[in-house]
Nanobody, 123 residues
Framework: QVQLVESGGGLVQAGGSLRLSCAAS????????MGWFRQAPGKEREFVAA????????YYADSVKGRFTISRDNAKNTMSLQMDSLKPEDTAVYYC????????????????WGQGTQVTVSS
């Protein structure tokens, strides 16, 4: 089992940057593919980015491609999401998730979820 804790959210102006982190407990972190999802008020949870267990494969939602970068450090049991050129529409609660070893854009491929961290981008 894996426990996930997100951090790094906050309030930022449009065009600014934030770096989200996800800290994982357990000794099997390196066997899980990881993902970031987000949910804005009144909207369904949506895929943001994913990375495979070995870090070689990454996927991004079209809406964040070129602005966000997902990475992981298996030695430190951490995953990060660097968010640049933020837009007001990026405002949401961001969740990290762990699941099947291959990177996946689907929420149902992720078995463990963090509690989320709020990101607010002002215009």
């Amino acid at each position: 089992q894996v426990q996930l804790v997100e951090s790094g959210g906050g309030l930022v102006q449009a065009g600014g940057s934030l770096r989200l982190s996800c800290a994982a407990s357990g000794r099997t972190f390196s066997s899980y593919g990881m993902g970031w999802f987000r949910q804005a008020p009144g909207k369904e949870r949506e895929f943001v980015a994913a990375i495979s267990a070995n870090g070689r494969d990454t996927y991004y939602a079209d809406s964040v491609k070129g602005r966000f970068t997902i990475s992981r450090d298996n030695a430190k049991n951490t995953m990060s999401l660097q968010m640049d050129s933020l837009k007001p529409e990026d405002t949401a609660v961001y969740y990290c998730a762990a699941g099947r070893p291959q990177a996946s854009i689907y929420y149902y491929d992720h078995y463990y979820w963090g509690q989320g961290t709020q990101v607010t981008v002002s215009s």
